[in-house]
Every structure is written in structure tokens, then in C-alpha cells.
């Protein structure tokens, strides 16, 4: 029988070769798995991580070892482990968990493909700021950028712009909110497992988190007000971004999701050397921008900006941050214990931050090496600096950069 992988890399290549639907028919002649091309083609019906062959660990049964902190798993009436869409987060430590590998990361790539194949209205690629350098040293922003429209695409926007609008926003919040030496914000804009961790488990503290999106969230967004009919797809680390794209008070801002792992196996199938690829440059974001990728990126970003917006501001950021949910897990703990005296609290998902996240192509240390070098190569070192910034909010209707705290539309949301 076709294993799943094996159907997966069929259709992708054939989706690349715009003939999908030709091979589908082939496919119905031959011995597979329906549920595997029922997840393949229909990703949105499940959840981020999907089970692809029977539980059959000899180890543990039904007493199986696989945990999730937000009890996401279940057994159907086979006995086989199940995951409920409405509460997994994408953070695929069940995936890590399961010795007999028959849990695996969701796949977007063949509906996104057929989007950008068949759409009459612009699709955009969104890319994560942990983007740099993860397709080879070689690659840089324009290469990628010209691949993207290559494969269909009416072009490549760096979320991290997008990055340096919520540090504003996360900066005048904390200036806003934080007027005594006891007051405390935690960041809200970056990672959602982090937020998920906040909103299921340690609610108490949602007071204490500032309505604002992700940057995903807000890029897509704001291309879908300027262009109302385009598509957007989002690529980056992260399953749990996946998750976070169906939220339904966020899911009018991103239409797919891909890793990086997927799309690299599109530009593998369509042999494009990106390496090989003319120059397509439009640098936009500020070093702030650039290091939200890193463990600490936020809280640094935020700090630089409260100061550069109210540099006589006596009461400044001071951050505690943690990568990685147990480290996560005890930093909430000890804040609720009163043994942190930290005002801004960063934390995020994945050790090492989004270039530690599950579907990198490149080592976590190499991953952060390279963010800190494209962000000491912007041009500008906080968004209130950045022009692009700046205009940008003025096409989306922000007279000021204090406007930024009264939006309801675009980069707000309630927890």
C-alpha cells in the first residue's frame, strides 16, 4: 500500500506540475489510503497534527505515553489515539512523543497550490521573520521573493513590518498601562501557543495581556484591505500557526499555512535553485521587526521602542522571558508566586523562539545567528523610524501612531 509520505510527494509534485487532478484519477485505481488523502486534500477538516496509521505500539497500548497539556487527544471507539481539532494548538509535542511515528504535522501545500493555480485574484506569500537563510546561506530575501512569483504568486511580503506595527502598539500599550513599580504586561503579539497557554490554562492573567494580533494575523489583514479579493499564504516554522489561522476571530486574515519544510519541498519538485535566481529586493522592516524570530526579540524590540516614543519615561521594560512550554510553565508559575519582578513577560513556544520551531531546515543556533545579522543590516533600528511604517498605517487609515490604541479593525483582539 502507498504510505502517506509517499502519496504526499505524488501530489505534491504533480500540484506543481498543475496536474492534479489528472493524477487523482490514476490514484483511485490504486491501493491507498482514503483518510490519508482525505487529510491531503482537505487539511482544514483536521487538526494540525493527524494521525496516519493505526495505534500498534507494543510498549504502551492503551496505556499510551503521548500527553497534551490541552487535552487535545482522545481514543476513538478502535481504540486508536485521536485529535480533536477544536482544542489542539499545532505545538506537535505529541508528534515528538509517539515512538511509533503514527502522528505527523498536517499538510496545506496541495489546496494552497490549487488556490494559486486557479485564482483569478492576486495570492500574496506572507514569510515568517524567521525566513532568513533557512533555504541556504545563498538565498537571500529577493531570491525567494522572485521564486515566489516563479510558482504563481503575486508576491513575497516579510511579516516583520508587520512585526515593527504591534512592537508600536505593544510599546504604547505598556506605556499606557504600566504606570506603577508592581504592574506587569505580557506580551500577546508572537507566539500562539504561548497565548493558547495563557487562555486555557492561566486565564487569570488575560487582564494582564494587551488586545493585539499576531503579526501574521495583522499582515494578512491589512493585504486582504488593500486588495479585498486576495488570497494570503502564510509560511513560516510553526504548526501552531495552522491552529491559529482557523481562530475564528482572526480567520479572516490568512487563507493557508504552510511550513517551511513544505514549501521547500515545492521548490524541490518545481527545480527552482533558488540559489540561482535574480535579485527581486524590497527591504521594509526595522531591526525590531527582524527579531521577533529569537527568544528575547520582543522584549527587546518593545523596550527599544517605549524609550525612542517616551525617552523621559521613568518606569521602563523590564523583561523576563522563556523559550519552550516548561520553561514557559515555570515562569508563569513563579510569576502567580510573586517571585518575579519583571513588568514585561515574553514567553514563546518553542526553545530558541521561532527559529527553534518544529519544521525549521536549519539548527536553532544557526537559525538565531542569521536573524541577528538581517536585523543589524536594517536600515532603520525602531519602526517609529521607519517611513514604510509609517506610511503603511496611513493607507490603512491611521492618522498617528497613537491611533494605533483606539483600532478595532485590523491589529486588536479580544481575549
Known amino acids: 500500500m502507498t504510505t502517506f509520505n509517499e502519496l504526499y510527494n505524488r501530489l505534491v509534485k504533480a500540484s506543481v506540475e498543475n496536474r492534479q487532478s489528472e493524477e487523482l484519477e490514476n490514484l483511485h485505481k490504486e491501493d491507498f489510503d482514503p483518510h490519508h488523502l482525505d487529510c491531503l486534500l482537505y487539511p482544514k477538516k483536521y487538526a494540525p497534527v493527524i494521525r496516519i496509521n493505526d495505534c500498534d505500539c507494543p510498549e504502551y497500548g492503551q496505556n499510551c505515553g ?34 511509533m511515528k503514527n502522528l505527523t504535522a498536517s499538510r496545506d501545500i496541495l489546496p494552497a497550490l490549487a488556490a494559486v493555480h486557479a485564482s483569478k485574484a492576486p495570492v500574496y506569500a506572507m514569510i515568517a521573520p524567521a525566513f532568513i537563510s533557512q533555504f541556504s546561506k545563498e538565498v537571500t530575501p529577493g531570491k525567494l521573493r522572485t521564486a515566489f512569483k516563479m510558482l504563481g504568486f503575486a508576491g513575497m511580503i516579510e511579516v516583520a513590518l508587520f512585526a515593527d506595527i504591534l512592537t508600536l502598539k505593544e510599546a504604547l500599550e505598556f506605556n499606557k498601562n504600566i504606570v506603577k513599580e508592581s504592574d506587569f504586561q505580557l506580551t500577546s503579539c508572537c507566539c500562539p501557543m504561548w497565548i493558547s497557554m495563557i487562555r486555557k490554562v492561566y486565564h487569570e492573567l488575560l487582564p494582564h495581556v494587551p488586545g493585539a494580533v499576531s503579526p501574521m494575523v495583522a499582515c494578512g489583514r491589512a493585504i486582504k484591505l488593500l486588495h479585498p479579493d486576495a488570497l494570503t499564504v502564510f509560511i513560516g ?15 479572516d486574515s490568512t487563507d493557508y499555512v504552510l511550513t517551511f519544510q513544505e514549501m521547500k519541498d515545492v521548490f524541490d519538485f518545481a527545480q527552482i535553485n533558488l540559489a540561482d535566481l535574480p535579485e527581486d529586493e524590497r ?3 526595522s531591526r525590531a521587526g527582524r527579531i521577533y524570530a529569537r527568544s528575547g526579540g520582543v522584549s527587546e524590540a518593545v523596550q527599544s521602542t517605549s524609550k525612542r516614543l517616551s525617552p523621559e519615561r521613568k518606569i521602563t521594560v523590564r523583561a523576563c522571558k522563556a523559550d519552550g512550554v516548561p520553561a514557559c510553565k515555570a515562569m508563569i508559575n513563579d510569576l502567580l508566586a510573586g517571585k518575579i519582578d519583571a513588568n514585561f513577560l515574553e514567553g ?62 485590523i491589529f486588536t483582539r479580544k481575549f
Open 66 to 99: 503521548v500527553k497534551c497539556l490541552f487535552d487535545a487527544l482522545y481514543r476513538n471507539d478502535k481504540g486508536n489515539l485521536e485529535i480533536d481539532p477544536s482544542r489542539c494548538v499545532g505545538c506537535s509535542e505529541c508528534i515528538d512523543q509517539c515512538k
Open 237 to 251: 516554522p510553526c504548526l501552531a500557526k495552522k491552529a491559529e489561522a482557523r481562530e475564528s476571530d482572526v480567520s
Open 283 to 285: 527591504d521594509h522592516s
Open 348 to 409: 514563546m513556544g518553542c526553545v530558541g523562539g521561532c527559529v527553534g520551531g518544529p519544521r525549521i531546515l536549519i539548527s536553532r543556533e544557526e537559525g538565531r545567528e542569521n536573524v541577528n545579522k538581517y536585523g543589524e543590516k536594517a536600515a532603520y533600528q525602531t519602526p517609529i523610524d521607519n517611513p514604510y511604517v509609517i506610511e503603511l498605517l496611513n493607507r490603512l487609515g491611521f492618522d498617528t501612531v497613537e491611533n494605533l490604541l483606539e483600532d478595532n479593525r
